[in-house]
């Protein structure tokens, strides 16, 4: 992670998360990330894609935001977006599920970006085009060590990724936030019900899915309300890159 004045940051977030670069905590979360390397451990997503779900998603434009736990940890895969991997990288599992909710949630055309003839396979889990399209792709912790799912944890991000979520809670309105199972769920308890729309539902893993994941029909849900506010729905079928 850069020095504050070289992060490559979208110009509003940047205003809006300025001071958090110069509290201790991201001094020690920086230092521990150069500890990291320095001694031969990989550290993904790269360091120019640590901060690209924010950088990808301008704060004035975002319309959705759905929360991750930390990134993928395996070679190839993480690059700043929750549940997003690579072009050319096989889809994993939990994306796989969300993949089959839009299939199944987003096939009546009286819904807003609905269509029945479009359909999701797993020919891509590169998610940038929803990035461009105001939904905000947050993990809670933005880095972590190769093959050691959660190595990052406790080290400062959930401070940081925290304030995100307040100032979208803040400074926006008719937002609409999907959390995922518990971490996403505790992770948004604060978030205005009156301001926002808030989606909860087990998370999309294997394991999980069937306990509700599957059927909530979230997307549907996010377009109807997107709409209702004047705002331009999600083409949730639009991937790759």
């Known amino acids: 992670m850069a020095d504050p004045e070289r992060i490559r940051l979208e110009p509003n977030w940047k205003a809006a998360l300025l001071d958090e670069f110069d509290q201790p905590y991201m001094q020690a979360l920086r230092d521990f990330l150069k500890v990291q390397r320095a001694s031969g451990k990989q550290v993904y997503p790269r360091g120019d894609e640590i901060f690209a779900a924010l950088d990808l998603t301008p704060l004035p434009e975002v319309s959705v935001v759905i929360i991750g736990q930390d990134p993928y940890h395996g070679p190839n895969q993480a690059h700043g977006l929750c549940f997003s991997v690579r072009p050319g990288v096989p889809v994993p599992p939990s994306l796989l599920n969300i993949y089959k909710e839009i299939n199944t949630d ?15 396979d797993a020919g891509s889990g590169y998610l940038k085009p929803w990035a461009e399209q105001g939904v905000l792709l947050l993990n809670a912790v933005l880095t972590v060590e190769r093959g050691q799912a959660g190595a990052h944890q406790g080290k400062g991000w959930e401070r940081f990724t925290d304030r995100v979520v307040e100032v979208l809670n803040a400074s926006r309105e008719h937002l609409v936030f999907m959390l995922w199972g518990s971490y996403a769920q505790k992770k948004g308890a604060r978030v205005d019900r009156n301001r926002h729309l808030v989606l909860q539902a087990p998370h999309p893993s294997p394991l999980s899915a069937h306990r509700g994941f599957f059927g909530c029909r979230h997307f549907s849900q996010a377009n109807r309300y997107l709409v209702q506010h004047g705002r331009q729905p999600i083409d949730w079928f639009q991937t790759g890159g």
């Open 106 to 120: 987003m096939r009546d055309p009286a819904v807003p970006g609905g269509d029945a003839e479009r359909q999701l």
